[in-house]
Structures are given as structure tokens and as C-alpha cells.
């Protein structure tokens, strides 16, 4: 890991990734980096992939990464190494398998007992409760048991319904849903609440382990809670950032969310504390 120097243009400084954020250090200068610029921009966690895209979290301390090279695996080390050599839309893990998205049909690997899913108008995909895969398609959240091989319906998926995440509530009770229009919402099964509106693009939506709602999003990239219908952002220096995925961690350690750079990199950042919540 390394610290960034702001003597080049931010898109030319980042050259590693994300959908998910640990401690940042800037080089101000040629003797290091300084702590009066923590959490203004993200730490590199790995460099040197091919324009990184989506992400996601496959154990505690590795990360799947989907790059125009096929999917890479990226420790919380900075080691990278190949997944697959094929390159999916979207993808989900829980901890003995990875999902991946290819054209209509969802791929498990190792293959689950029920076989892939083949399914129109998948947006995305989160995993879920229980071993199971949730399913946003267009008009839709679908819930998928990849060891049965059967899917049901779960609830109607709010309008332009772009990306989803395990929402906040406890036990897989709720999704985050972002939408092409710059809505976040939080939908069960008995329908949708806004959570924040009119922050289009949105790029990505995930939840922590202590109950917040992040969302990466804008033109540049900024990575934000939304809290008490706000958005309080906690760093814009995000240039061209894709995607986000905040890795819960155990109560009393530090939460961060790693983002993806299609520059070819994948960063972490540093979350604040719930006694330090990010600024509005």
C-alpha cells in the first residue's frame, strides 16, 4: 500500500481499485505523508489492473474484483491474484462461492448443486441471507437458492432500479436500491422508503456493520452516508470511482470501504467512527 502525491491530476494518480475504505495517507510532499489529510482521499490497496469495475467482499480479508482481464482476487494485503478468466456484469459471494453475471444467466463457482440461473433484466445482484442471492432486475427483487436451484419473486423493485446492497435492518429484512434517477430507498417486502433523492449518478450502495447507508455517487466521485435523509459527505476525491463495498467488521474495529478506480486500482478508506460521523 501507498500513499498518492498531488503533484499529477487525480485521475492520473490512482492506479488500483474498488463497489464496496481504510486509513488515508496523502504524499504532500517528498518525505511522506502527512495525518492532516486523513480521510481525503482513499489508501491504494492495489494497482495495476485493467480499468477495475464492480466488486465485492468473498471472506474477511479477500476481495473479487471484476477488471477487463477476467475477475482477480485482491487481499486486504495488496496481493492479487487471478479468479476467472471470464468477465461478468455483476457478481456476489458468500464465503465458499462466487456469482457471476453473464449476459442473462447467473454462474456459480464451484458450480452449486441447482446449477446457474438463468434469468432476464438483471441489473445486479447481492448476496444474501442464508447462502441465498438476491436479484434486482427491472421490475424486481428476486431471491435466489443457488443449492436448490429455485428463485421466487420477494417484492417489486422501485422505478429505474439500478444497483442493491443488504440494507440496514437485521436478517436480511431489507435491500438498499439505487436508482438512475439518484434515489437511494430502503425496500422489504412491504415496499420502498426514500432514503435520499437527486444525488444521480449513482454508482454504488452499501451498508456497514454498525447500520449506516453509504453511497458512492456524482461527477467526480464522492463517497458519502446518507443519514437522516442527508447526504454528509466524507470525501469527494474519488475522480472516476465505479464502485464501493464497505466490509463489516467486528464491534469496537475500524469499518472501511474499498472502491473501485477504472484508472486500475483498487482503494480503501477509512470510515468514521459512529461517534465521528461524516460531515454534512
Not at 8 to 35: F, S, Y
Not at 43 to 62: F, W
Not at 91 to 111: C, E, F, G, K, M
Request: proline content about 8%.
Amino acid at each position: 500500500m501507498r500513499c498518492r502525491s498531488w503533484s499529477q491530476p487525480w485521475h492520473a494518480m490512482r492506479p488500483d481499485i474498488a463497489r464496496p475504505a481504510t486509513l488515508v495517507w496523502l504524499a504532500a510532499g517528498l518525505n511522506g505523508c502527512w495525518t492532516s489529510e486523513l480521510l481525503e482521499a482513499p489508501l491504494v490497496l492495489a494497482g495495476g489492473l485493467a480499468s477495475p469495475d464492480v466488486l465485492t467482499a468473498i471472506s474477511r480479508d479477500q476481495l473479487a474484483v471484476v477488471t477487463q482481464a477476467g475477475v482477480f482476487q485482491v487481499g486486504l494485503d495488496g496481493t492479487v491474484s487471478a479468479l476467472d478468466k471470464r468477465i461478468p456484469r455483476a457478481i456476489a459471494a458468500h464465503p465458499d462461492r462466487l456469482y457471476l453475471l453473464i449476459d442473462d444467466t447467473v454462474h456459480s463457482r464451484p458450480p452449486a448443486d441447482g446449477g446457474p440461473l438463468k434469468q432476464a433484466g438483471v441489473q445486479d445482484m447481492t448476496a444474501w441471507c442464508d447462502g441465498q442471492v438476491m436479484l434486482l432486475t427491472t421490475d424486481k427483487l428476486i431471491l435466489w437458492n443457488p443449492g436448490e436451484g429455485s428463485s421466487q419473486p420477494w417484492t417489486t423493485a422501485p422505478p429505474a432500479s439500478l444497483r442493491i446492497a443488504v440494507g440496514t435492518a437485521e436478517g436480511c429484512e431489507s435491500a438498499l436500491v439505487g436508482t438512475s434517477d439518484g434515489a437511494i430507498l430502503q425496500v422489504t417486502v412491504h415496499g420502498a422508503t426514500p432514503l435520499a433523492t437527486g444525488i444521480a449518478p449513482i454508482h454504488s450502495v452499501s451498508s456497514d456493520g454498525l447500520g449506516r447507508v453509504w453511497a458512492l455517487h456524482g461527477r467526480p466521485t464522492a463517497l458519502s452516508e446518507i443519514r437522516d435523509g442527508n447526504v454528509h459527505t466524507l470525501t469527494d476525491h474519488l475522480g472516476d470511482s465505479v464502485d464501493l463495498f464497505v466490509l463489516p467488521a467486528p464491534a469496537g474495529n475500524a469499518q472501511h470501504a474499498y472502491i473501485t478506480d477504472p484508472a486500475g486500482s483498487v482503494d480503501m478508506v477509512q470510515l468514521p467512527s459512529v461517534k465521528e460521523p461524516a460531515s454534512p
